[in-house]
């Protein structure tokens, strides 16, 4: 029964409910303590979310909707809190914030960008789909990647002269703007 809310709360319209956890109420308590709080709202969302499925079932209104958005905000701000501190305790024991740094990659094209380290089931030398969305570098599309990047090249050279042109013509046309662009 610790799925379902108070036999009390059922069938009323609205329910009291109060306010969600602040941040700075939050970096007060100690780690053991947000610990017990986040089971606390996790036990609480499950039970507010098993009753709006109840509710939905029996086609009736869910009282105060709302009270989800305040447990799961409760929650975040726990998740706010307690990323700070690690970032902090890293910060003093290894001099970085131990979150996992961006690098480059290339894509299926062969085309660089900026990823975001994940963790995989598989490992990457043994994952097929990983493999196929990041080949190794590969010569055959070298000479198109060297247009592409030239293409992009002379698109921003011809920007910057279009700017120039552009500032020029206003200077002319308003003299009083001259260090304003």
Do not use: C
């Not at 995989?120 to 000479?143: D, G």
């Not at 247009?147 to 002379?154: D, V």
Request: charged fraction near 35%; glycine fraction near 4%; proline fraction near 5%.
């Amino acid at each position: 029964m610790e799925f379902f809310d108070d036999k009390k709360n059922w069938g009323e319209e609205t329910i009291k409910t109060g306010r969600p956890w602040r941040v700075d109420e939050l970096r007060i308590k100690s780690n053991s303590d947000l610990h017990k709080l986040w089971y606390v709202l996790l036990k609480e969302r499950n039970m507010l979310l098993t009753m709006q499925h109840e509710y939905e079932r029996q086609s009736e209104l869910f009282p105060n909707p709302e009270r989800i958005e305040k447990v799961e905000d409760s929650m975040e701000n726990i998740m706010t809190v307690v990323q700070e501190r690690d970032e902090a305790y890293n910060l003093l024991e290894t001099g970085t914030t131990g979150q996992p740094s961006r690098y480059y990659a290339r894509n299926f094209l062969g085309l660089k960008y900026l990823r975001r380290p994940k963790e995989y089931h598989i490992p990457r030398f043994m994952n097929k789909t990983f493999h196929l969305t990041h080949p190794p570098a590969n010569t055959q599309f070298s000479k198109y990647i060297r247009l592409y990047y030239e293409k992009k090249r002379l698109a921003k050279q011809s920007y910057l002269q279009r700017e120039r042109r552009r500032k020029k013509k206003l200077l002319e046309e308003f003299p009083h703007l001259e260090g304003k662009l």
